[in-house]
């Protein structure tokens, strides 16, 4: 619209004057006007737009900044779940050592209690690990894997078959799909001489 308008004027202003003509550049006086009006309005409104432009950058600067101190906070707490729970296991084990500190009058029976309390303190144990989705590693009598398994020594068997684990020293854990730690095993070298 503002090109048309610039396009007439240069065309009236190169036409001679006569009444006709006056009459078109009064109408293109009051164009002028309107256009200086639409054009106010026009920078008005990018003024606005501008104005909520910035306000959604700060808005979102500050999200990323709440984001960001939340993801480090959380990555600070991430383990707090997992000792929680294990916090019950470390009180069994409290229990069964004030259990073994007592002096009883049989160290039978006490050490068949201690005993006890700690094959319970292992199963509550391996429970937790299990709800956090860590796995024992089967080994023993299983093909040697190095991808699951450390060979520490070679030992002959005639009742293991070569490169099979027949005892091992550490087991091995599994988290989700990655090995935590790999098994600790002896691998039979076969029958001896």
């Known amino acids: 619209m503002v090109e048309e308008n610039r396009q007439r004027m240069e065309?009236?202003?190169?036409?001679p004057l006569d009444d006709e003509n006056l009459l078109d550049e009064e109408a293109l006086?009051?164009?002028?006007?309107?256009?200086a009006d639409s054009r106010e309005a026009l920078e008005q409104e990018l003024e606005s737009v501008r104005d909520q432009l910035m306000r959604i950058a700060a808005e979102f600067e500050?999200?990323?900044?709440?984001?960001?101190?939340?993801?480090a906070k959380m990555a600070r707490y991430a383990?707090?779940?997992i000792l929680r729970d294990l916090?019950?296991?470390?009180?069994?084990?409290?229990?069964?050592?004030?259990?073994?500190?007592e002096g009883s009058v049989d160290p039978v029976a006490q050490l068949g209690g201690l005993l006890e309390g700690v094959e319970l303190t292992q199963k509550?144990?391996?429970?937790?690990?299990?709800?956090?989705?860590?796995?024992?590693?089967?080994?023993?009598?299983?093909?040697?894997?190095p991808g699951e398994q450390d060979a520490l020594t070679m030992e002959a068997s005639s009742e293991v078959p070569a490169n099979h684990v027949v005892r091992e020293f550490a087991?091995?854990?599994?988290?989700?799909?990655?090995?935590?730690?790999?098994?600790?095993?002896?691998v039979s070298s076969g029958p001896g001489k």
């Open 11 to 15: 065309a009236q202003e190169a036409a």
């Open 29 to 35: 006086e009051a164009e002028k006007g309107q256009d």
């Open 62 to 71: 500050n999200y990323k900044k709440r984001m960001e101190r939340e993801q």
């Open 79 to 81: 383990g707090e779940n």
């Open 87 to 101: 916090l019950p296991t470390v009180d069994n084990l409290e229990r069964a050592l004030e259990q073994g500190a």
């Open 124 to 145: 509550s144990l391996l429970a937790t690990l299990e709800r956090f989705g860590v796995q024992p590693v089967e080994s023993v009598g299983r093909p040697f894997n």
């Open 171 to 186: 087991k091995g854990y599994r988290f989700k799909d990655r090995m935590l730690r790999h098994a600790q095993v002896v």
